[in-house]
Nanobody, 126 residues
Framework: VQLQACGGGLAQAGGSLRLSCAAS????????MGWFRRAPGKERDLVGT????????YYADSVKGRFTISRNNAKNTVYLQMNSLKPEDTAVYYC????????????????????WGQGTLVTVSS
């Protein structure tokens, strides 16, 4: 499956952005999805995951209550709604797809994902 992420940009602290990740090439609903991010000078971290149907989600503690992952399987798209942004949310954000069965707290490592988008930069100013 090919993944194309977009929606990044510049936001002020306290603001919001919504990222989208469009999939093509395979049956999108066969994949659980994850969002990851890599801040400057840091390792890639999990933001959150969503089940194939979209009924299950899981978030890293750092974004819980501020970020929401959703998906529209009819549109082959997964979303990351980011609210109450902080400067420490500045990073390149990546979407990824896995064939692994989703469970809350599972598939949190990048190596568990089979396909990756190209990344989109989010910059939050203070």
């Amino acid at each position: 499956v090919q993944l194309q992420a977009c929606g990044g940009g510049l936001a002020q602290a306290g603001g919001s952005l919504r990222l989208s990740c469009a999939a093509s090439g395979r049956t999108f609903s066969n994949y659980a999805m994850g969002w990851f991010r890599r801040a400057p000078g840091k390792e890639r971290d999990l933001v959150g995951t969503i089940s194939r149907s979209g009924t299950g989600t899981y978030y890293a503690d750092s974004v819980k209550g501020r970020f929401t992952i959703s998906r529209n399987n009819a549109k082959n798209t997964v979303y990351l709604q980011m609210n109450s942004l902080k400067p420490e949310d500045t990073a390149v954000y990546y979407c990824a797809a896995t064939t692994r069965l989703w469970r809350a707290g599972s598939s949190t490592a990048g190596r568990e994902y089979d396909y990756w988008g190209q990344g989109t930069l989010v910059t939050v100013s203070s």
